[in-house]
């Protein structure tokens, strides 16, 4: 298994990538091969502060980069040479199983896009988030990719997510449910009444109907669909909170007397580098996309997203579940 790892995307580029490649070689271990694309003699400075370097470690030259300055619709013309394309490339080549980064968030999708292509049966390729809950993760689909979303493109949302919940989440039969205002069939605006209809009819998904806001963080779905707008109005303010409560929690920690209390289960619930990247689904292969300012934990984790997701075929099942 290899996957390609941007190794120019984060804020520190390269010093979280490589650190978090070392980290995933050496605590996931079997198979694994990671491939950082980028600027070898960056990356070779970088690895020089690392006084063991872990077998399976490749680099492939890419010599641009990426700004958040670049219109991502241009990228794969304007800077066919930088870590993204040539990352990308890679991956429809063969050459590699998967493609990480923490780039520019729009180039790595408008890459992806146009590299991978989109499955048949998938209009719109939605990014997938994970949101922490009172019991399991939940998987937020869409999470800022599409706006402006028709009634069957949730439906194509709710299959890829059922597939992602089982394979790579290990939800057996994975619960769907669809973000609205009210439980009730027949609230919400034009789309989620339409989306629902086809939703609760739809064949080969445990659809369980509307999920409000405030129902989230009880943890009664595997996955929740949404138009992208609202998707990444959530998940920013998800973000946000899960800050605030993480810095409130350890201001008060530090009047603590006992310092026998533990909070830090609290601290990795809460934490997003602990899930690493989300997926782009619906594409011909597997795109995980990083958040900017990923530590290295976070990269760690986003290559074991992307490990899960290439050792359980999900692009397959994901084609065959589409064409059922």
């Not at 079997?30 to 470690?57: M, Q, S, T, Y």
Request: hydrophobic share 45%; net charge negative.
């Amino acid at each position: 298994m290899r996957i390609a790892l941007d190794a120019m995307g984060t804020n520190e580029a390269p010093r979280s990538e490589v650190a978090g490649a070392i980290q995933a070689l050496q605590e996931l271990g079997g198979d694994l091969e990671i491939v950082l694309v980028g600027d070898e003699a960056l990356i070779r400075a970088e690895l020089a502060n690392h006084p063991v370097i872990p077998k399976g470690l490749h680099i492939r030259h890419a010599p641009d980069r990426v700004t958040s300055a670049d219109p991502p619709a241009s990228v794969i013309r304007r800077k066919p040479d930088s870590s993204i394309v040539v990352g990308l490339r890679m991956h429809k080549e063969g050459d590699v199983d998967a493609f990480v980064s923490a780039g520019s968030t729009g180039a790595v999708m408008a890459s992806s896009l146009f590299t991978l292509r989109p499955l048949p049966g998938v209009d719109r390729p939605p990014v997938g988030t994970m949101l922490p809950t009172a019991g399991e993760l939940c998987l937020l689909l869409d999470a800022g990719a599409n706006i402006g979303c028709k009634p069957h493109h949730l439906v194509q949302f709710a299959h890829l997510g059922s597939v992602y919940a089982r394979d790579a989440m290990g939800r057996e039969n994975p619960r769907i449910g669809l973000l609205n205002i009210g439980e009730e069939p027949g609230k919400g605006d034009e789309l989620t009444i339409a989306a629902y209809d086809l939703l609760s009819v739809e064949p080969g998904i445990n659809f369980v109907g509307n999920v409000e806001g405030r129902d989230i963080v009880t943890g009664d779905c595997d996955v929740i669909v949404c138009d992208g707008f609202i998707g990444n109005v959530l998940l920013k303010f998800y973000e946000s909170v899960a800050g605030y409560i993480i810095g409130l929690l350890r201001h008060e920690l530090d009047a603590v007397e006992d310092r026998k209390v533990d909070l830090e289960h609290v601290f990795r619930v809460l934490d997003y580098a602990e899930y690493g990247g989300a997926p782009l689904l619906g594409l011909g292969g597997i795109s995980i996309i990083c958040h900017g300012a990923s530590p290295p934990k976070a990269i760690r984790n986003a290559l074991a997203v992307a490990a899960r997701a290439v050792g359980s075929e999900f692009v397959k099942h994901s084609a065959e579940d589409l064409q059922s």
